[in-house]
C-alpha cells in the first residue's frame, strides 16, 4: 500500500513569516504534484517534479523532489493571507495518482 | 470550456439506497479517476480507469462499482449507500504521461449524505 503522509496537518501563521510543508512516503513515484484546494472546489495543480533532488520556484513558493524520489517538501516564503488553502501532494505511479493526508494553511493578516 | 463536469452537485440518500454519481470530460483524456474526500482530509482513490475499456480498483473500492461508458464519461455507483458512504466525490481525468505532465483536472464535486 502506497501512503503519503504531510506535515503538519494544521498550520496557523502571520503574515509575512515563513513556512515549510513535508510529503513523505516509502514508495517510489515516478513524479511528485503539489496541489492547491480552496473550499467547495476541486485541487488545483501547482507544480509537478520528476527529477529526484529537482527544486522548482513558483514565485515565493518553492518545491523539492528527494533524491530517492520518495519525499517532497513545500516552502513558502513571506506567506500572505491569500495562500490560505488545503495544500496536497500526490505521488503518481502508473497511471494511479496516491494523494496525502494534506495540510491546512491559515495565514493571519 | 467545461472541463470535468459532476453530476448531481448535492444528494442525500436513505441507507440501502442506490445511486450513480456521474461524469464526463471534454478534454480528450485517456485516464479519468474517483476520488473521496472526507472533511479536512486528503483525497482517497476508490476506482480509476487508466484508458477506455478498463477500470482498476484503488485504495478504497468496497461498496462501488464504476463504467467506463466510453472515453468521456465514467460513472461511479453506489448499489447499497451506508453511512461511511458520507464524504465529498471527486472525479478527475489525465493524459498519462501526456504532455501536461500529468495534470489531473478535478469536476467542482459532488455532495453526499448518507442517512
Known amino acids: 500500500t502506497q501512503l503519503l503522509e504531510q506535515s503538519p496537518q494544521f498550520l496557523s501563521i502571520q503574515e509575512g513569516e515563513n513556512l515549510t510543508v513535508y510529503c513523505n512516503s516509502s514508495?517510489?513515484?515516478?513524479?511528485l504534484q503539489w496541489y492547491r484546494q480552496e473550499p467547495g472546489e476541486g485541487p488545483v495543480l501547482l507544480v509537478t517534479v520528476v527529477t529526484g533532488g529537482e527544486v522548482k520556484k513558483l514565485k515565493r513558493l518553492t518545491f523539492q523532489f528527494g533524491d530517492a524520489r520518495k519525499d517532497s517538501s513545500l516552502h513558502i516564503t513571506a506567506a500572505q493571507p491569500g495562500d490560505t488553502g488545503l495544500y496536497l501532494c500526490a505521488g503518481a505511479a502508473t497511471y494511479k495518482y496516491i494523494f496525502g493526508t494534506g495540510t491546512r494553511l491559515k495565514v493571519l493578516a | 470550456n467545461a472541463g470535468v463536469t459532476q453530476t448531481p452537485k448535492f444528494q442525500v440518500l436513505k441507507t440501502g439506497q442506490s445511486m450513480t454519481l456521474q461524469c464526463a470530460q471534454d478534454m480528450n483524456h485517456n485516464s479519468m479517476y474517483w476520488y473521496r474526500q472526507d472533511p479536512g482530509m486528503g483525497l482517497r482513490l476508490i476506482y480509476y480507469?487508466?484508458?477506455?475499456?478498463?477500470?482498476d480498483k484503488g485504495e478504497v473500492p468496497n461498496g462501488y462499482n464504476v463504467s467506463r461508458l466510453n472515453k468521456r464519461e465514467f460513472s461511479l455507483r453506489l448499489e447499497s449507500a451506508a453511512p461511511s458512504q458520507t464524504s465529498v466525490y471527486f472525479c478527475?481525468?489525465?493524459?498519462?504521461?501526456?504532455?501536461?505532465?500529468?495534470?489531473?483536472?478535478f469536476g467542482e464535486g459532488s455532495r453526499l449524505t448518507v442517512l
Open positions: 478527475a481525468s489525465t493524459d498519462w504521461p501526456g504532455k501536461n505532465t500529468g495534470e489531473l483536472f
Open positions: 514508495s517510489v513515484f515516478s513524479s
Open positions: 480507469s487508466a484508458s477506455e475499456g478498463t477500470t
